[in-house]
């Protein structure tokens, strides 16, 4: 089980502003380029959503992408991350209430990257956090764990900050969590990482962003 897939909390805006607005700045900055959609569904067997329902359809437009999935339960996005030559899936879907629901999957080797400018584990943590601050999400979570294991759900940020105070969430292994100060302070996130050691050590920093950004990559 490698890392790669990330769930997010809940997020207050549509499909097409996620795409076109909240995630512009770091689309640019990362050059991330549209490739590819398809759709989302609906697992009979299972009984659950996740189920990837058409073959990938050629496309390098944000618009016309829309368009194509306009009647489609979920949206399965590439794109292709020029910065590191690597992809990326955006999953999204919304919920009955005007919310959307959003996974991000990475390909697992992203966690080994080495530049210049980055150590090995911080390209990923970087760039989770730059979505995550983009999106305005309250939490994030990946790691070798079936909580992750291509679980088409958002993430409960209540649940989070539990198994963060009972050290459970610490368990597990190659995990990248950020969850906003608003939800816990950085008092408690220190407290929780004492009482509860762990080797490797969990890596821990706040960000000038409002967000406590855990990591043991």
């Known amino acids: 089980m490698a890392i790669g897939w990330t769930r997010f909390s809940k997020l207050p ?22 490739t590819h959609v398809k759709e989302i569904g609906w697992d009979k067997e299972r009984g659950k959503f996740g189920e990837m329902v058409t073959d990938f359809i050629e496309c390098d437009d944000i618009d016309k992408a829309l368009q194509i999935g306009r009647d489609w339960k979920g949206i399965a996005l590439t794109y292709k991350v020029e ?15 005007g919310r959307t629901n959003f ?31 983009a999106l305005k999400a309250d939490c994030c979570g990946s790691g070798r764990s079936n909580d992750y294991n291509y679980v088409f759900e958002a993430l409960d940020c209540a649940r989070v900050v539990s198994r963060l105070k009972d050290g459970s969430l610490l368990d597990i292994v190659s995990q990248i969590h950020i969850i906003s100060t608003r939800l816990i302070s950085s008092t408690d996130v220190r407290a929780a990482i004492a009482e509860h050691p762990k080797d490797p050590p969990i890596q821990y920093r706040e960000s000038v962003g409002g967000y406590h950004v855990l990591f043991n990559v």
Request: hydrophobic share 50%; aromatic share 12%.
């Open 13 to 34: 805006h549509t499909i097409a502003q996620i795409c076109k607005e909240d995630m512009a700045e770091v689309f640019d900055r990362y050059s991330v380029k549209l």
């Open 103 to 133: 996974c991000l999957d990475l390909e697992p080797d992203v966690v080994a990257f080495e530049s210049d400018d980055y150590e090995r584990g911080q390209w990923i943590v970087a760039f989770l956090l730059a979505v995550t601050v």
């Open 83 to 97: 910065a590191i030559w690597t992809e990326m899936v955006l999953n999204l879907w919304p919920d009955d209430r």
